[in-house]
């Protein structure tokens, strides 16, 4: 029998290599909400304490006042926050209706322990978001 939100997760990038067991287990770790456009998701410098994963819709991205590209389905967000506990990087706000699947610091710290290349992939997607702001902001 087929489940909905292992379904979606493994039509999102992040998760596509990962075998069915594993999705299973994130699925059983995460939430997923229906969020109307308009609605701020995230607000740079301030906690922050999800991960999200796009699973319809599409969101806007700013930081330090300037647009990024929209996230979309398969796009997440948030796991910087995760991975320090600090402040969000950027403001994300729901240009349209979204569906997104949403995992707690809790959650997500479960989801990426036993899985080394889970982790290895959201490091350097953190890693390559945090150079591509540090290298836009000093721009000479």
């Known amino acids: 029998m087929s489940d909905p939100k292992v379904d979606a997760l493994?039509?999102?990038?992040?998760?596509?290599?990962?075998?069915?067991k594993e999705l299973e287990f994130l699925a059983s770790r995460?939430?997923?909400?229906?969020?109307?456009?308009?609605?701020?998701?995230?607000?740079?410098?301030?906690p922050s304490d999800?991960?999200?994963v796009v699973l319809d819709g599409e969101a806007e991205v700013e930081v330090d006042g300037k647009?990024?590209?929209?996230l979309r389905p398969g796009s997440f967000f948030g796991e910087i926050?995760?991975?320090?506990?600090?402040?969000?990087?950027?403001?994300?706000?729901?240009?349209?209706?979204?569906r997104l699947m949403v995992m707690s610091h809790a959650q997500f710290r479960d989801a990426?322990?036993?899985?080394?290349?889970l982790l290895s992939h959201v490091l350097s997607v953190a890693a390559g978001r945090l150079r591509r702001d540090y290298l836009e902001h000093h721009k000479t």
């Not at 647009?67 to 929209?70: G, K, L, S, V, Y």
């Not at 990426?112 to 290349?117: L, R, T, Y």
Request: aromatic share 6%; charged share 25%; glycine share 6%.
């Open 10 to 20: 493994s039509r999102v990038p992040l998760f596509a290599n990962s075998p069915r």
């Open 112 to 117: 990426v322990k036993g899985n080394d290349q």
């Open 67 to 70: 647009a990024r590209p929209p």
């Open 50 to 52: 999800t991960f999200y």
């Open 30 to 46: 995460t939430d997923e909400v229906d969020v109307e456009a308009g609605r701020t998701l995230i607000r740079q410098g301030t």
């Open 81 to 98: 926050s995760m991975l320090d506990r600090g402040p969000a990087t950027a403001t994300v706000v729901a240009r349209t209706p979204v």
